[in-house]
């Protein structure tokens, strides 16, 4: 999540109060009891691996996107969380509660 300006009623521009507020919302989730995850650079195993998750990570997320269906602990989802930007784990493998969207669509 990015904010590049806020406009407040005064006339003055700030971001860090909504940056700030997105924060306080932003719910961590936990990856798969026992798994490393790849993070990757889009939402779908073709993409490149970024970085591998340790096992017991919780990971926050930012928006979620349709991808590669993809079969894990978690069921079987096309869903894929945004964790940092352009960084993406399959949702199959992230205790969300759900089996839909958590957060909003990645635009």
Same mark, same amino acid.
């Given at each position: 999540? @990015?904010?590049?300006?806020?406009?407040?009623?005064?006339?003055?521009?700030?971001?860090? $109060?909504?940056?700030?507020?997105?924060? $306080?919302?932003?719910?961590?989730? @936990?990856?798969?009891?026992?798994?490393?995850?790849?993070?990757? @650079?889009?939402?779908?195993? =073709?993409?490149? %691996?970024?970085? %591998?998750?340790?096992?017991?990570?919780? %990971?926050? #997320?930012?928006?979620?996107?349709?991808?590669?269906?993809?079969?894990?602990?978690?069921?079987?989802?096309? #869903?894929?969380?945004?964790?940092?930007?352009?960084?993406?784990?399959?949702?199959?493998?992230?205790?969300?509660? =759900?089996?839909?969207?958590? $957060? @909003?669509?990645?635009?």
């Amino acid at each position: 999540m @990015s904010v590049d300006r806020v406009e407040e009623a005064d006339g003055s521009v700030g971001s860090e $109060a909504v940056t700030t507020a997105a924060a $306080a919302t932003l719910r961590y989730y @936990s990856v798969a009891p026992g798994v490393r995850l790849n993070v990757r @650079s889009g939402p779908s195993t =073709s993409y490149r %691996v970024v970085r %591998v998750l340790a096992e017991g990570a919780k %990971v926050p #997320i930012w928006c979620q996107t349709p991808g590669q269906s993809i079969t894990g602990p978690y069921g079987t989802s096309n #869903i894929w969380d945004n964790i940092d930007d352009g960084q993406y784990v399959s949702d199959a493998y992230v205790n969300t509660g =759900s089996d839909g969207y958590v $957060a @909003s669509r990645c635009a």
